[in-house]
T-cell receptor, first 112, second 117 residues
Framework: DQQVKQNSPSLSVQEGRISILNCDYTNSMFDYFLWYKKYPAEGPTFLISISSIKDKNEDGRFTVFLNKSAKHLSLHIVPSQPGDSAVYFCAASGGGNTPLVFGKGTRLSVIA | GAVVSQHPSRVICKSGTSVKIECRSLDFQATTMFWYRQFPKKSLMLMATSNEGSKATYEQGVEKDKFLINHASLTLSTLTVTSAHPEDSSFYIC?????????????FGNGTRLTVT
């Protein structure tokens, strides 16, 4: 049973427009959420996170929104740039030393 | 900033041989490191949690005798794939937290692409 779901395997966006990547989770014990970005043949790099006590966290062009009642979070990138083209993983944590649970990732292609 | 270094980045080995992958935290001490495996078009799957000075904790379905983990120091964890078979071919990634809080983000190595022929 997949606890963290990224239902869109890929997304194409034009440069300058907004990219919206979605993530759903099923485990109500998750209380911390992260987004990672991954280029081919490299390890994921941390992008942005949000605690369940917040509904929004912003860092430059990246904003993560959390809707706890819907068990849904999204990552907004605006304006999108070609260098943003990568695979984006949503991850969730349930506290303590429990491991992160990752979604399958969404491949974002930003077209110039 | 914090860096996790993983070596080698690529390795090709013959079926039946063993391969060791190293994961180092370069400018911080990591009492815990995590080993992940990624299949094509699949999520990162946690294989095991490596604990400095004690036995690793393996996730369900991961063979501990096949994937040997040693965390002998606060900056080094190794994963040895023993008697490798073609189905072990995959992308293996290690990670560590810089802080003690579980909310400290994981920092990942660049991964190791293992191909078993």
């Amino acid at each position: 049973d997949q606890q963290v779901k990224q239902n869109s395997p890929s997304l194409s966006v034009q440069e300058g427009r907004i990219s919206i990547l979605n993530c759903d989770y099923t485990n109500s014990m998750f209380d911390y959420f992260l987004w990672y970005k991954k280029y081919p043949a490299e390890g994921p790099t941390f992008l942005i996170s949000i605690s369940s006590i917040k509904d929004k966290n912003e860092d430059g062009r990246f904003t993560v929104f959390l809707n706890k009642s819907a068990k849904h979070l999204s990552l907004h990138i605006v304006p999108s740039q070609p260098g943003d083209s990568a695979v984006y993983f949503c991850a969730a944590s349930g506290g303590g030393n429990t491991p992160l649970v990752f979604g399958k990732g969404t491949r974002l292609s930003v077209i110039a | 900033g914090a860096v996790v270094s993983q070596h080698p980045s690529r390795v090709i080995c013959k079926s039946g041989t063993s391969v060791k992958i190293e994961c180092r935290s370069l400018d911080f001490q990591a009492t815990t490191m995590f080993w992940y495996r990624q299949f094509p078009k699949k999520s990162l799957m946690l294989m095991a949690t490596s604990n400095e000075g004690s036995k690793a904790t393996y996730e369900q379905g991961v063979e501990k005798d096949k994937f040997l983990i040693n965390h002998a120091s606060l900056t080094l964890s190794t994963l040895t794939v023993t008697s490798a078979h073609p189905e072990d071919s995959s992308f293996y990634i290690c990670s560590a937290r810089t802080g003690n809080s579980y909310n400290s983000p994981l920092h990942f190595g660049n991964g190791t692409r293992l191909t078993v022929t």
